[in-house]
């Protein structure tokens, strides 16, 4: 009888003390008031808050004209400079001067005839003026043989084979180059390579200068 009495009167002086233990070991709860924080305007101002001001994109509003095909402008007006401003001629580059004759009208010429005995001839052409261009097509009876030669300030030429006989030989003013007429000096060889025919022509375009030249 006194061992529970005594477990009573132990557990009643125990009970509050328990309480108080686990009383102070709760958390206090209080209540967190959370304001909201001001939105920056179009400017980047707040009125309120250490809010870092963030700069707009667009600082100015385009100025829009709805009337145009492109009312948008991306990049600011550049003031371009018309090509070839600036640009200095040189006085000393100028239309050519015509050549002497160069409003005549020059018809097919005969050069005359020569005679050879070697089985072929050299034929060469220069231009003996200004070398313009001029171009020139031969023929030796009534064959191409130099479909198209130009006629420069050096002697070019072929070499052909004669027939026996007459064998005839046409050159055809192709252009008169840029400065009229046609001009060149023709000279021929024989098979040794010795010279047997100089001469000169003046043609318009689409005359012919015609030589003999005799197989004996």
Known sequence: ???????????????????????????????????PQATPDMKGNTKTGPVLNIPP????????????????KMLPDEELVQAGAGLKIDPRIGPREKKEGSNQFFPDQYL??????GKFIGIVCRDHEFVDGDRVKIFLNDKVVE??????GGFKGINVDL???FNKLDFEALNHGSSPPNT?????????????????WLLSAGSKATIIVTKE
């Open 184 to 200: 060149a000096q023709v000279d021929i060889y024989d098979d040794k390579g010795q010279v047997i025919y100089s001469n000169k």
């Open 57 to 72: 994109i667009i600082r100015e509003p385009p100025n829009l004209n709805l009337k145009d095909r492109n009312p948008v």
């Open 1 to 35: 009888m006194k061992k529970l009495v005594s477990f009573l009167l132990f557990f009643c002086c125990l009970g509050p003390l328990a309480v108080n233990a686990q009383g102070g070991d709760l958390p206090v709860v209080r209540p967190l008031k959370i304001e």
């Open 163 to 165: 027939q026996s006989g």
């Open 147 to 152: 479909y198209n030669m130009l006629l420069t």
């Open 112 to 117: 005359g005839d020569v005679k050879s005995a």
